[in-house]
C-alpha cells in the first residue's frame, strides 16, 4: 500500500466502486459504513469528543482549518459541509477502532495545555466565507 494513510469512503451507492478502483491502484482505500445516518446525526454522534477537548486544532493550521472549523460552527447554514461530514466520518471510524484496540476513547486524557480553551465562538460572520454563522452552544 502507498504510505501510510487511510483514505475512508463513506459506502454509499456508487462510492463503493471508488474504494475498489483505488485499492487496485495500491491506495489504502475504505469503506466506511454510516449506518443510514444524515449529516446531522453524524456530527452529533461525535460532538462531545470536540466539546470535552478530545479532538484539538492547531491554532496555525493554516486555510483548511480555518475553514473546517467555519464550517463547523456554521453547520447548517454554511453553504458547504463537506469537510464537516468527512470529519464526523473521520471521527466515527477512530471510534470504532479505538473500541476494536482495547482501550477506550473517553479515556484520554487531556492536555494541561488545554485548561484554557480558545474563547467561545458566537454568532456572526464567517470569516472565510463572509456568511453568517450560529452559535452552536455547549
Known amino acids: 500500500r502507498i504510505g501510510r494513510c487511510k483514505m475512508l469512503i463513506e459506502d ?6 471508488l474504494t475498489e478502483h ?26 462531545f469528543l470536540v466539546q470535552d477537548g478530545k479532538v484539538l486544532f492547531p491554532r496555525n493550521g493554516g ?9 463547523l460552527t456554521g453547520f ?6 463537506d469537510l464537516v461530514d468527512g470529519f464526523s466520518i ?11 484496540s482495547g482501550s477506550a476513547a473517553g479515556m484520554l486524557p487531556r492536555p494541561k495545555w488545554r485548561d484554557n480553551p480558545l474563547p467561545e465562538r458566537k454568532s456572526g460572520m464567517c470569516p472565510a466565507s463572509n456568511r453568517p454563522y450560529a452559535d452552536l452552544g455547549s
Open 12 to 17: 454509499v451507492q456508487y462510492q463503493s466502486s
Open 22 to 47: 483505488l485499492r487496485s491502484r495500491n491506495y489504502n482505500a475504505i469503506n466506511v459504513k454510516v449506518h443510514g445516518q444524515d449529516k446531522y446525526a453524524r456530527l452529533g454522534a461525535v460532538s
Open 63 to 71: 486555510k483548511i482549518i480555518e475553514i473546517l472549523i467555519n464550517q
Open 76 to 81: 447548517g447554514i454554511e453553504k458547504h459541509d
Open 90 to 100: 473521520l471521527l466515527a471510524y477512530v471510534i470504532e477502532k479505538d473500541r476494536g
